[in-house]
């Protein structure tokens, strides 16, 4: 796909004798947003850890804008533009959010701009702050932010790096409705400013509010790829969860 800015093909992971993800393939064009959906267990965080380098795929190919990007470190993926956030984000006890946001942008360049507090800086870290509703806990560590918060926090953390291009695991997971409301807001605009999206997420109605794709998996591999308003309408989806509420209700 020549506007493809991440492809992914063929991609396999074991853990030991659990094969977590067997034959993964799909395309993201520059722009999208696209939900990626399966039941719990599926391989989404293994698939979005594979993405952003956190550890290798045992086969087949990650092209980020039309570089094999298969068996680089989280760093070096990172510095070409693609980042990512998890499911439960842990954050350091001992520094606040202001000094995490200077920290991470100095991680891209180089020791040196970790003293650096220039007036852009300074400038630039205020703006995110007051776009996540962080500003009135800038000063606090950032191991006490609310769940909440902490994944806004990480949101703000990954757009410090500059990216192309972020995944996020599921950002409004143990969210207040309110900050849920505020994230949609939120992931529109960065997504406006040229940042393709792929996003873990579980509620529908975020996702059809957000997501003009969607990318189903089902036990490692990818069963669908529509539209949100076309999955209740796709049989495979619809029995991938269904199966799996039939499955607990037995075990129950
Ligand atoms: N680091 C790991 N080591 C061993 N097994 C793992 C690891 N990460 C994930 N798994 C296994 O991979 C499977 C899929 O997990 P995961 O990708 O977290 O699913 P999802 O995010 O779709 O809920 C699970 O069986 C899980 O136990
Ligand atoms: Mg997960």
């Known amino acids: 796909m020549p506007d493809s800015v991440l492809a992914i093909e063929g991609v396999a992971k074991s853990f030991g004798a659990n094969q977590v993800l067997a034959?993964?393939?799909?395309?993201?064009?520059?722009?999208?947003?696209?939900?990626?959906?399966?039941?719990?267990?599926?391989?989404?965080?293994t698939l979005l850890n594979l993405i952003s380098g956190v550890f290798?795929?045992?086969?087949?190919?990650?092209?980020?804008?039309?570089?094999?990007?298969?068996?680089?470190?989280?760093?070096?993926?990172?510095?070409?533009?693609?980042?990512?956030t998890f499911q439960l984000p842990s954050m350091p006890r001992r520094m606040t959010v202001a000094e995490l946001l200077?920290?991470?942008?100095?991680?891209?360049?180089?020791?040196?701009?970790?003293?650096?507090?220039?007036?852009?800086?300074?400038?630039?870290?205020?703006?995110?702050?007051?776009?996540?509703?962080l500003s009135h806990v800038r000063h606090l560590?950032?191991?006490?932010?609310?769940?909440?918060?902490?994944?806004?926090?990480?949101?703000?953390?990954?757009?410090?790096?500059?990216?192309?291009?972020?995944?996020?695991?599921?950002?409004?997971?143990?969210?207040?409705?309110?900050?849920?409301?505020?994230?949609?807001?939120?992931?529109?605009?960065?997504?406006?400013?040229?940042?393709t999206l792929l996003i873990v997420e579980h509620d529908m109605h975020f996702i059809r509010e957000l997501c003009s794709r969607c990318v189903v998996m089902d036990r490692g591999a990818v069963i669908a790829d529509c539209k949100p308003s076309e999955l209740t309408s796709n049989e495979q989806v619809v029995e991938a969860y269904l199966g799996n509420a039939r499955q607990k209700r037995a075990m129950a």
């Not at 034959?23 to 965080?45: A, D, M, T, Y």
């Not at 891209?108 to 007051?130: K, N, P, T, V, Y």
């Not at 969210?175 to 807001?185: C, I």
């Open 23 to 45: 034959n993964v393939g799909f395309s993201i064009s520059k722009g999208e947003i696209v939900g990626l959906l399966g039941p719990n267990g599926c391989g989404k965080s």
């Open 102 to 133: 200077h920290g991470a942008a100095a991680r891209g360049a180089g020791f040196g701009s970790l003293f650096r507090r220039d007036a852009s800086e300074m400038a630039e870290i205020d703006g995110l702050l007051d776009e996540l509703a």
């Open 141 to 195: 560590p950032a191991a006490s932010l609310s769940g909440g918060q902490k994944k806004l926090l990480s949101i703000a953390l990954a757009l410090r790096a500059s990216p192309r291009m972020i995944c996020l695991d599921e950002p409004t997971a143990g969210v207040h409705p309110n900050l849920r409301h505020h994230m949609v807001g939120l992931l529109r605009r960065i997504n406006a400013s040229g940042i």
């Open 56 to 84: 290798p795929a045992d086969a087949g190919i990650l092209a980020f804008q039309g570089e094999n990007m298969t068996g680089q470190s989280m760093d070096q993926i990172a510095r070409r533009g693609l980042v990512r």
